[in-house]
């Protein structure tokens, strides 16, 4: 047989080419079933990941932005160790005391949660404002008050409502003779003036306390006062101290350090230290007063005596020695550092003798007593030691 019909020359075996096309389109035709039913079971699968996908996002995108408002909220609302006022109670008072066209010092009552605080501020306090670092005094002068309630309290962390102002003059002659302390004709423009100034603010507010019948027993005269400025809030903070418990209340001095340039003297705030006293905290701990006693009378164990009624108070003593200028002098004196003023006061109230001097070549926390002829402890007698 001579054709070749139906014979594929590869394998030499009859119609196998034919067979071999069918087979390889039917395996084509059952792959594509294949991949459809897959395409068709894959999809739907896809299309609900994709979804899950998608909505995990959003729900995680919500979770992170309510996080960080809760976060944004815990940090707007943490409390502050500062004065607690509300809307219902009087807010700080500056009063800036006039003398002869200028400001030694000014006066800050700040009610608290139990009583409050009036501190005493030399007038050359310095504070930070728009303008740039400026005092108080000038500030009051140049009719600036809304920018030293700004500084003042940015710096303390406690809102200072009002400033006003009034002539020491008129402080001085409604004070009441006989109070046991000596107001002084004028002030000084430093901290000793400043807590003077202070002390006689809280005794004419004390002396607004109802009596019997309910009229305020101090209130015509702290009425004659004439101030600079709306004196409202004042008044309404000097009714709440006369109404508040005895000792509710106390003085201090806005601690700060004087800094002197070659033309420029200021006083530079402790920052740190008032938003403590200001948050109901103390004055400088009492173990950080170092008190040294010096007799100058000439009376045997003058100073020991002295040390005697003053250890209640809790400072460290130094040895007891004679003063230079022993036995000759005769009255006793107290220099105190800036920052113990307020305890230099107490010194002289235990004594009941003495004057209370601020010395700037004494290191912080530092009073010396001199005691004088005019000291009479118990028991004395004359000799040396």
Same mark, same amino acid.
Request: hydrophobic fraction near 45%; avoid cysteine.
């Given at each position: 047989m001579n054709s070749r019909e139906g014979w594929d020359d590869r394998s030499g075996v009859p119609g196998y080419g034919h067979r071999s096309e069918r087979r390889s389109a039917r395996r084509t035709a059952r792959r594509r079933k294949k991949a459809r039913r897959l395409f068709?079971?894959?999809?739907?699968?896809?299309?609900?990941?994709?979804?899950?996908?998608?909505?995990?996002?959003?729900?995680?995108?919500?979770?992170?932005?309510s996080g960080a408002a809760a976060s944004a909220t815990t940090t707007t609302t943490t409390p502050r160790s500062t004065p607690a006022q509300t809307s219902n109670e009087p807010s700080g008072v500056l009063v800036a005391i006039e003398q002869e066209g200028?400001?030694?010092?000014?006066?800050?009552?700040?009610?608290?949660?139990?009583?409050?605080?009036?501190?005493?501020?030399?007038?050359? !306090?310095?504070?930070?404002?728009?303008?740039?670092?400026?005092?108080?005094?000038?500030?009051?002068?140049?009719?600036?008050?809304?920018?030293?309630?700004?500084?003042?309290?940015?710096?303390?962390?406690? /809102?200072?409502?009002? *400033?006003?102002?009034?002539?020491?003059?008129?402080?001085?002659?409604?004070?009441?003779?006989?109070?046991?302390?000596?107001?002084?004709?004028?002030?000084?423009?430093?901290? *000793?003036?400043a807590l003077?100034?202070?002390?006689?603010?809280?005794?004419?507010?004390?002396?607004?306390?109802?009596?019997?019948?309910?009229?305020?027993?101090?209130?015509?005269?702290?009425?004659?006062?004439?101030?600079?400025? /709306?004196?409202?809030? *004042?008044?309404?903070?000097?009714?709440?101290?006369?109404?508040?418990?005895a000792d509710s209340w106390r003085v201090s001095i806005l601690p700060g350090r004087k800094v002197e340039n070659l033309d420029f003297t200021y006083y530079e705030l402790?920052?740190?230290?008032?938003?403590?006293? *200001?948050?109901?905290?103390?004055?400088?701990?009492?173990?950080?007063?170092?008190?040294?006693?010096?007799?100058?009378?000439?009376?045997?164990?003058?100073?020991?005596?002295?040390?005697d009624l003053l250890r209640p108070l809790g400072f460290t003593m130094l040895p007891f020695k004679?003063? !230079?200028?022993?036995?000759?002098?005769?009255?006793? !004196?107290?220099?105190?550092?800036?920052?113990s003023l307020v305890d230099a006061a107490q010194v002289k109230e235990l004594l009941e003798v003495g004057t209370v001097d601020e010395d700037d070549s004494l290191s912080p926390g530092y009073i010396r007593v001199i005691v004088g002829k005019d000291f009479t402890p118990s028991d004395s007698t004359t000799a040396g030691g």
């Open positions: 068709v079971a894959t999809v739907p699968a896809l299309v609900v990941i994709v979804g899950v996908v998608a909505l995990l996002i959003i729900l995680g995108g919500r979770a992170d932005d200028s400001i030694p010092a000014l006066v800050l009552l700040v009610p608290l949660e139990e009583g409050g605080i009036v501190l005493g501020a030399p007038g050359n !306090t310095l504070i930070k404002t728009e303008q740039g670092f400026l005092t108080l005094g000038d500030l009051y002068l140049k009719e600036k008050g809304e920018e030293a309630l700004a500084g003042l309290g940015a710096d303390l962390g406690t /809102d200072v409502a009002s *400033l006003v102002g009034v002539d020491w003059a008129d402080v001085l002659s409604l004070l009441k003779p006989g109070s046991g302390t000596t107001w002084p004709a004028s002030l000084t423009g430093n901290a *000793l003036g003077q100034a202070a002390q006689a603010f809280l005794e004419l507010a004390l002396e607004a306390m109802p009596v019997e019948g309910g009229q305020p027993a101090g209130s015509a005269a702290w009425e004659q006062l004439h101030f600079t400025g /709306d004196a409202s809030a *004042l008044r309404t903070l000097a009714t709440k101290i006369a109404s508040s418990m402790d920052v740190t230290a008032a938003k403590e006293l *200001l948050a109901g905290g103390a004055a400088p701990h009492k173990g950080q007063i170092t008190l040294d006693i010096q007799n100058g009378s000439g009376e045997l164990d003058a100073a020991q005596a002295a040390g004679n003063a !230079t200028g022993f036995p000759d002098i005769a009255e006793t !004196t107290i220099s105190a550092s800036s920052d």
